[in-house]
Protein backbone atom coordinates (compact mmCIF):
# COMPACT_ATOMS: atom_id res chain seq x y z
CA UNK A 1 0.00 0.00 0.00
CA UNK A 2 1.64 3.49 -1.11
CA UNK A 3 2.38 5.51 2.11
CA UNK A 4 0.28 8.94 2.46
CA UNK A 5 2.54 11.79 1.94
CA UNK A 6 0.47 15.25 3.37
CA UNK A 7 0.14 17.77 1.35
CA UNK A 8 1.17 20.89 2.29
CA UNK A 9 -0.18 23.93 1.38
CA UNK A 10 2.62 26.86 0.37
CA UNK A 11 1.89 29.87 1.85
CA UNK A 12 1.41 33.01 -0.07
CA UNK A 13 4.87 34.99 0.70
CA UNK A 14 4.08 38.09 3.37
CA UNK A 15 4.50 41.01 2.27
CA UNK A 16 7.70 42.95 2.65
CA UNK A 17 7.28 45.03 5.80
CA UNK A 18 6.96 48.75 5.93
CA UNK A 19 10.25 49.89 6.77
CA UNK A 20 10.54 51.70 10.07
CA UNK A 21 12.48 55.12 10.78
CA UNK A 22 14.73 54.87 13.12
CA UNK A 23 14.83 58.40 15.24
CA UNK A 24 17.55 60.58 14.50
CA UNK A 25 19.64 61.38 17.15
CA UNK A 26 19.19 64.42 19.02
CA UNK A 27 22.34 66.43 18.59
CA UNK A 28 22.16 68.19 22.29
CA UNK A 29 21.41 66.95 25.56
CA UNK A 30 18.53 69.08 26.98
CA UNK A 31 18.33 70.28 30.41
CA UNK A 32 14.72 71.88 31.33
CA UNK A 33 13.03 73.98 34.21
CA UNK A 34 11.01 72.95 37.05
CA UNK A 35 8.18 73.87 34.77
CA UNK A 36 9.40 72.09 31.29
CA UNK A 37 11.04 75.27 29.76
CA UNK A 38 14.14 74.59 28.03
CA UNK A 39 17.20 76.38 29.34
CA UNK A 40 20.11 74.54 28.43
CA UNK A 41 21.14 72.72 25.50
CA UNK A 42 24.46 70.53 26.08
CA UNK A 43 26.38 69.20 22.59
CA UNK A 44 26.00 65.54 22.98
CA UNK A 45 29.73 65.09 22.73
CA UNK A 46 30.26 67.39 25.96
CA UNK A 47 27.09 65.38 27.58
CA UNK A 48 29.90 63.76 29.88
CA UNK A 49 31.96 66.20 30.82
CA UNK A 50 28.97 68.44 31.92
CA UNK A 51 27.54 65.86 33.45
CA UNK A 52 30.86 64.89 35.26
CA UNK A 53 31.09 68.91 36.23
CA UNK A 54 27.85 68.37 37.66
CA UNK A 55 28.49 65.48 39.75
CA UNK A 56 31.66 67.19 41.39
CA UNK A 57 29.69 70.52 42.32
CA UNK A 58 26.17 69.53 42.60
CA UNK A 59 26.63 68.49 46.43
CA UNK A 60 29.54 71.36 47.13
CA UNK A 61 30.66 72.25 50.42
CA UNK A 62 33.71 74.23 49.80
CA UNK A 63 32.17 77.55 51.26
CA UNK A 64 30.06 78.04 53.72
CA UNK A 65 27.17 79.35 51.21
CA UNK A 66 26.21 75.47 51.15
CA UNK A 67 24.26 75.33 54.32
CA UNK A 68 21.62 78.23 53.28
CA UNK A 69 21.25 77.36 49.28
CA UNK A 70 19.06 74.99 47.51
CA UNK A 71 20.71 73.87 44.66
CA UNK A 72 24.25 74.91 42.94
CA UNK A 73 23.69 77.24 39.56
CA UNK A 74 26.11 76.00 36.52
CA UNK A 75 24.39 77.44 32.94
CA UNK A 76 21.79 78.97 30.95
CA UNK A 77 21.63 78.79 27.31
CA UNK A 78 24.16 76.31 25.15
CA UNK A 79 26.88 74.67 25.45
CA UNK A 80 29.72 74.99 23.58
CA UNK A 81 28.48 78.67 22.85
CA UNK A 82 29.82 81.39 20.47
CA UNK A 83 29.46 84.05 23.30
CA UNK A 84 29.27 83.93 27.17
CA UNK A 85 27.50 86.35 29.48
CA UNK A 86 28.92 86.53 32.45
CA UNK A 87 26.38 87.54 34.94
CA UNK A 88 26.55 88.58 38.71
CA UNK A 89 25.76 86.11 41.70
CA UNK A 90 22.43 84.01 41.99
CA UNK A 91 19.02 84.84 42.82
CA UNK A 92 16.36 83.38 44.83
CA UNK A 93 14.45 83.41 41.20
CA UNK A 94 17.58 81.48 39.68
CA UNK A 95 17.58 79.08 42.36
CA UNK A 96 13.77 78.22 42.20
CA UNK A 97 14.41 78.13 38.52
CA UNK A 98 17.52 75.92 38.63
CA UNK A 99 19.35 78.07 35.95
CA UNK A 100 21.31 81.38 35.83
CA UNK A 101 19.39 85.04 35.51
CA UNK A 102 15.77 83.98 35.63
CA UNK A 103 12.40 85.80 36.21
CA UNK A 104 11.93 89.52 35.47
CA UNK A 105 15.61 89.55 34.59
CA UNK A 106 16.22 86.56 32.44
CA UNK A 107 12.85 87.54 30.16
CA UNK A 108 14.07 91.25 29.95
CA UNK A 109 17.68 89.42 28.77
CA UNK A 110 15.95 87.12 26.49
CA UNK A 111 14.41 90.01 24.68
CA UNK A 112 17.31 91.94 24.71
CA UNK A 113 18.70 88.98 22.63
CA UNK A 114 16.18 88.19 20.32
CA UNK A 115 16.60 92.19 19.54
CA UNK A 116 20.30 91.38 18.56
CA UNK A 117 19.63 88.38 16.78
CA UNK A 118 17.20 89.78 14.49
CA UNK A 119 20.40 91.67 12.88
CA UNK A 120 23.28 89.18 13.90
CA UNK A 121 22.32 85.68 13.57
CA UNK A 122 23.85 81.96 13.92
CA UNK A 123 25.22 82.25 17.02
CA UNK A 124 24.87 80.84 20.04
CA UNK A 125 24.77 81.90 23.44
CA UNK A 126 25.24 80.87 27.19
CA UNK A 127 24.83 82.41 30.79
CA UNK A 128 27.28 81.59 33.36
CA UNK A 129 28.23 83.16 36.86
CA UNK A 130 31.12 83.13 38.80
CA UNK A 131 29.28 81.93 41.99
CA UNK A 132 27.13 79.10 42.12
CA UNK A 133 25.02 79.59 45.15
CA UNK A 134 22.92 82.18 46.16
CA UNK A 135 24.85 84.67 48.52
CA UNK A 136 22.79 84.64 51.35
CA UNK A 137 22.94 87.81 54.34
CA UNK A 138 19.42 87.21 55.90
CA UNK A 139 17.70 84.34 54.58
CA UNK A 140 14.19 85.49 56.75
CA UNK A 141 14.50 88.98 54.89
CA UNK A 142 15.41 87.70 51.66
CA UNK A 143 18.39 90.34 51.62
CA UNK A 144 21.97 89.70 49.73
CA UNK A 145 25.32 90.49 50.35
CA UNK A 146 28.11 91.06 47.79
CA UNK A 147 30.49 88.10 47.01
CA UNK A 148 33.38 87.38 49.85
CA UNK A 149 36.96 85.38 48.07
CA UNK A 150 35.86 83.20 50.86
CA UNK A 151 32.76 82.26 48.28
CA UNK A 152 34.66 83.46 45.00
CA UNK A 153 37.80 81.94 45.20
CA UNK A 154 36.16 77.87 46.33
CA UNK A 155 33.72 78.39 43.59
CA UNK A 156 36.57 79.37 40.52
CA UNK A 157 36.92 76.20 39.30
CA UNK A 158 33.30 75.73 38.94
CA UNK A 159 33.09 78.81 36.99
CA UNK A 160 36.75 78.17 34.92
CA UNK A 161 35.44 74.79 33.89
CA UNK A 162 31.67 75.99 32.53
CA UNK A 163 34.06 78.06 30.63
CA UNK A 164 35.89 75.47 29.10
CA UNK A 165 33.12 73.60 28.19
CA UNK A 166 31.25 76.54 26.39
CA UNK A 167 34.56 77.73 24.56
CA UNK A 168 33.40 80.84 23.25
CA UNK A 169 34.88 83.65 20.88
CA UNK A 170 33.84 85.79 23.35
CA UNK A 171 32.81 86.72 27.05
CA UNK A 172 30.19 89.66 27.85
CA UNK A 173 30.74 91.60 31.17
CA UNK A 174 27.02 92.18 32.35
CA UNK A 175 27.40 94.91 35.35
CA UNK A 176 30.00 96.51 36.65
CA UNK A 177 30.34 94.25 39.65
CA UNK A 178 31.24 91.47 36.95
CA UNK A 179 33.57 94.32 35.32
CA UNK A 180 35.72 94.51 38.52
CA UNK A 181 36.00 90.97 38.71
CA UNK A 182 37.24 90.60 35.69
CA UNK A 183 39.76 93.20 36.43
CA UNK A 184 41.65 91.43 38.44
CA UNK A 185 40.31 87.62 37.44
CA UNK A 186 40.28 87.61 33.90
CA UNK A 187 43.99 87.41 33.02
CA UNK A 188 44.67 84.59 35.14
CA UNK A 189 41.23 83.00 34.22
CA UNK A 190 42.51 83.85 30.12
CA UNK A 191 45.90 81.60 30.85
CA UNK A 192 44.01 78.86 32.33
CA UNK A 193 41.90 78.94 29.15
CA UNK A 194 45.06 78.98 27.08
CA UNK A 195 44.43 82.15 25.12
CA UNK A 196 43.23 85.41 25.66
CA UNK A 197 39.61 85.55 25.00
CA UNK A 198 38.21 88.81 23.15
CA UNK A 199 35.47 90.75 26.22
CA UNK A 200 33.28 93.81 26.24
CA UNK A 201 30.87 95.15 29.09
CA UNK A 202 27.40 95.86 29.00
CA UNK A 203 24.80 96.73 31.44
CA UNK A 204 23.20 94.39 33.30
CA UNK A 205 19.85 93.49 32.82
CA UNK A 206 18.96 95.05 36.68
CA UNK A 207 20.43 98.37 35.51
CA UNK A 208 18.03 98.49 32.14
CA UNK A 209 15.04 97.53 33.80
CA UNK A 210 15.42 100.56 36.34
CA UNK A 211 15.54 103.21 33.29
CA UNK A 212 12.34 101.20 31.96
CA UNK A 213 13.13 98.06 30.44
CA UNK A 214 12.69 96.83 27.01
CA UNK A 215 11.43 99.89 25.71
CA UNK A 216 12.38 101.86 22.34
CA UNK A 217 12.12 105.03 24.74
CA UNK A 218 15.26 103.67 26.85
CA UNK A 219 18.23 104.30 25.45
CA UNK A 220 20.18 102.54 27.88
CA UNK A 221 18.46 99.33 26.17
CA UNK A 222 18.79 100.65 22.55
CA UNK A 223 22.64 101.55 23.37
CA UNK A 224 22.86 97.77 25.02
CA UNK A 225 21.65 96.41 21.64
CA UNK A 226 23.78 98.27 19.28
CA UNK A 227 27.14 97.43 21.22
CA UNK A 228 25.95 93.69 21.87
CA UNK A 229 25.24 93.81 17.77
CA UNK A 230 28.75 95.70 17.26
CA UNK A 231 30.66 93.03 19.70
CA UNK A 232 28.58 89.96 17.93
CA UNK A 233 29.87 91.33 14.41
CA UNK A 234 33.31 92.27 15.34
CA UNK A 235 33.97 89.03 17.01
CA UNK A 236 32.17 86.07 15.31
CA UNK A 237 32.30 87.79 12.13
CA UNK A 238 28.97 86.96 10.60
CA UNK A 239 29.16 89.82 8.51
CA UNK A 240 26.61 92.93 8.23
Known amino acids: MAKHVPKYEVPESAPAPEPVETPKQSPFFDLHNWDGELRLRVRSSLSPAYKALVRDWESC????????????????GTLPADVVFVSEH????D??????????LGRLFDTLLRDVEKHKPGWAWAIVEPLGCVPWQQIETSQYKQSTLAELVPCDPRFVGL?????????VLLGKNVENYWV???PRINLEL???????YSHHPREILRQG???????????????????VFNTLNLGK
Not at 61 to 74: A, D, I, K, Q
Not at 90 to 93: I, R
Not at 194 to 200: L, S
Open 61 to 76: ERCPLYGTRETVLFAR
Open 194 to 200: GRKIPTC
Open 184 to 186: TNG
Open 90 to 93: PTSL
Open 213 to 231: GASRTNEMYLNTIQNLKRF
Open 95 to 104: ESDGFPLAGP
Open 163 to 171: LKLANPSGI
